[in-house]
């Protein structure tokens, strides 16, 4: 099946470091979403891009869609320790029930 | 506002015996719905979704079986369990244009 190569896999860093993360694929996805997941709980939304070459902030985040359509990076600019968590990428293939592929996650540590 | 709530939030279940988890939804009609397992520190398997009361699409062969018996309820069922079955489970839901999901808090299941 479709496959979603997310790195790095883990990062650790110190507070007040900039974090970038990527995810690649061999297939083209149209839609492209950043989750981030807390210990024990569901992801939660971060960004979503939908046109190739897209750049989309919220807040410190900035995510862009690679204009192959077949990757997308997540960057996060002057990290503080709430930033601590398991981001993951997902794409879509198109709007067939929403059906996403998710990456295996970075697990993003930040030491004050 | 829209939520979604799982239970329950743990569970311990010996090998062959039932399993049910709820879904539920509110604030939304006709939402997309979603069962995903994760494994610890992997991503989000994708095991059911469903655009429509009644209608189930499963993703992978597997022990689990899915129901949506009303609109914004979903449930997740298994005749016997086996140990495979452990994990963390979650439910999502979409609006039915399917691009940016939203997670329910999750239920970790071991079973023994």
């Known amino acids: 099946g479709q496959q979603l190569n997310q790195s790095p896999q883990s990062m650790f860093i110190q507070e007040g470091e900039d974090v970038s993360m990527n995810c690649t694929s061999s297939?083209?996805?149209?839609?492209w979403l950043w989750y981030k997941q807390d210990p024990g709980e569901g992801p939660v939304l971060l960004i979503a891009?939908?046109?190739?070459?897209e750049l989309t902030s919220n807040g410190r985040l900035t995510a862009q869609f690679g204009i192959t359509r077949k990757d997308s990076f997540l960057n996060i600019s002057a990290s503080i320790p709430s930033d601590v968590g398991i981001y993951f990428c997902?794409?879509?293939?198109?709007?067939?029930?929403?059906?996403?592929?998710f990456g295996d996650g970075t697990t993003l540590t930040v030491k004050p | 506002s829209q939520t979604i709530h799982q239970w329950p939030a743990t569970l311990v279940q010996p090998v062959g015996s039932p399993l049910s988890l709820e879904c539920t939804v509110e604030?939304?009609?006709?939402?997309?719905l979603y069962w995903y397992r994760q494994a610890a520190g992997r991503g989000l398997q994708l095991l059911f979704y469903?655009?429509?009361?009644?209608?189930i699409s499963s993703e992978v062969p597997q022990n689990l079986s899915a129901s949506r018996p009303q609109d914004r309820q979903f449930i997740l069922s298994s005749k016997k369990l086996l140990l495979s079955d452990s994990g963390f489970y979650l439910c999502?839901?979409?609006?039915?244009?399917?691009?940016?999901?939203?997670f329910g808090p999750g239920t970790r299941l071991t079973v023994l």
């Open positions: 604030g939304t009609s006709n939402p997309n």
């Open positions: 999502a839901w979409s609006t039915n244009l399917g691009n940016e999901q939203f």
């Open positions: 469903s655009v429509g009361i009644g209608q």
């Open positions: 297939s083209i996805f149209n839609t």
């Open positions: 891009l939908y046109k190739a070459g």
């Open positions: 997902a794409g879509q293939k198109n709007t067939n029930a929403g059906k996403s592929t």
